[in-house]
């Protein structure tokens, strides 16, 4: 039970202070001024949660692949240099102000378009639109599936990603999961509800700076503590 409890501390604390202030939190507060709440959030989480998943199974399956100790030393040496990463970007970062521009102009660019390539033939197609629409189609409406998309491929090879890995493959794995999964739910929500007023409030500098001591506390942790055989 404590092994369950302990990556499960863990792991949302590392998602949480990984997670405020990334690519994909902004991408998610910018998507749900424009389209549905339900249907961003919907989507964010649905790929947040197979993401976080699939990323444990990975970490799981690590030591069956590698030795114990190998896959412990690995986790350790990604717990220091995730550290120093943080601590880089706090003081070196580009900043919110950057990373909310960056993920603006994408979005605004893919927005365009769309509503570019759609205004001629949406009075024509409204009639059947309305008639072919049921619950199926709007649950994984286009909407839905944006926020999966944008969210899982920005995700995809993240630092939370990588936590997450090296934290299943040493620590119990379903609790690394529930952790995860409830910060990423918690960041999601607040982005989805008011994310760039939050981040607006909130020092990123302050954020880089409490995950790099958190993520170097945890791999002094990891370095001084004994391998299971």
């Known amino acids: 039970?404590?092994?369950?409890?302990?990556?499960?501390?863990?792991?949302?604390?590392?998602?949480?202070?990984?997670?405020i202030g990334d690519k994909t939190f902004f991408a998610a507060a910018i998507l749900a001024m424009r389209h549905?709440?339900?249907?961003?959030?919907?989507?964010?989480?649905a790929s947040l949660i197979?993401?976080?998943?699939?990323s444990a199974i990975v970490g799981w399956a690590a030591p069956n692949l590698i030795s114990r100790k190998?896959?412990?030393?690995?986790?350790?040496?990604?717990?220091?240099?995730?550290?120093?990463?943080?601590?880089?970007d706090a003081f070196m970062g580009e900043g919110e102000a950057e990373e909310l521009a960056e993920v603006e102009a994408k979005l605004d660019a893919d927005w365009k378009a769309n509503t570019g390539k759609t205004k001629d033939s949406s009075k024509a197609d409204d009639d059947s639109k309305k008639k072919r629409r049921h619950?199926?189609?709007?649950?994984?409406?286009?909407i839905f599936l944006k926020a999966f998309s944008i969210t899982f491929f920005g995700e995809w090879g993240d630092?939370?990603?990588?936590?997450?890995?090296?934290?299943?493959?040493?620590?119990?794995?379903?609790?690394?999961?529930?952790?995860?999964?409830?910060?990423?739910?918690?960041?999601?929500?607040?982005?989805?509800?008011?994310?760039k007023s939050l981040a607006s409030q909130i020092s990123e500098k302050f954020v880089a700076l409490s995950g790099g001591v958190l993520f170097l506390v945890f791999g002094i942790q990891s370095f001084l503590s004994t391998v299971e055989s």
């Open 159 to 195: 630092k939370s990603q990588l936590a997450t890995i090296g934290l299943a493959s040493d620590e119990n794995p379903f609790g690394v999961v529930l952790g995860g999964i409830l910060g990423q739910a918690l960041c999601t929500t607040a982005a989805v509800l008011g994310g």
């Open 135 to 142: 619950f199926l189609s709007q649950i994984f409406s286009p």
């Open 1 to 19: 039970m404590s092994s369950v409890v302990q990556g499960f501390t863990k792991s949302l604390a590392i998602t949480v202070l990984s997670e």
């Open 36 to 45: 549905p709440r339900r249907f961003v959030l919907s989507g964010c989480l």
């Open 70 to 88: 190998w896959t412990h030393h690995i986790t350790t040496l990604l717990f220091f240099g995730f550290g120093l990463w943080s601590l880089w």
């Open 50 to 54: 197979v993401m976080t998943i699939l």
